[in-house]
Nanobody, 126 residues
Framework: QVQLVESGGGLVQAGDSLSVSCAAS????????VGWFRQAPGKEREFVAA????????SYADSVKGRFTISRDNRKNTVYLQMNSLKPEDTAVYYC???????????????????WGQGTQVTVSS
């Protein structure tokens, strides 16, 4: 079992930057691919970014490409999402998810992830 805990959310203004973290416990994260997803009020959960188990490959939703960066530190069992040039439409609860996989191709499909965190709220004011 892998337990995931997100942190770092908050209230920022449009154009600001924010970094959220996903800390894992229970298992070492080095054999797990990790994805970030978000869900805004009244909307379905959507893919944001994903990273392979060793961090060699990443994938981003078109809406965040060039503004967000996903990274990981397996020594710290933590995955990060650096968000720059935030927009009001980025407001959502951000979730990290993990799947045991040694694939070199990141996946954007939420149903392929087995473990989920509780989420952290990110609010961007205009």
């Amino acid at each position: 079992q892998v337990q995931l805990v997100e942190s770092g959310g908050g209230l920022v203004q449009a154009g600001d930057s924010l970094s959220v973290s996903c800390a894992a416990s229970g298992r070492t994260l080095s054999s797990y691919a990790v994805g970030w997803f978000r869900q805004a009020p009244g909307k379905e959960r959507e893919f944001v970014a994903a990273i392979t188990y060793w961090g060699s490959s990443t994938s981003y939703a078109d809406s965040v490409k060039g503004r967000f960066t996903i990274s990981r530190d397996n020594r710290k069992n933590t995955v990060y999402l650096q968000m720059n040039s935030l927009k009001p439409e980025d407001t959502a609860v951000y979730y990290c998810a993990a799947r045991r996989s040694l694939s070199t191709v990141p996946t954007a499909q939420s149903n392929e992830y087995d473990y989920w965190g509780q989420g952290t709220q990110v609010t961007v004011s205009s």
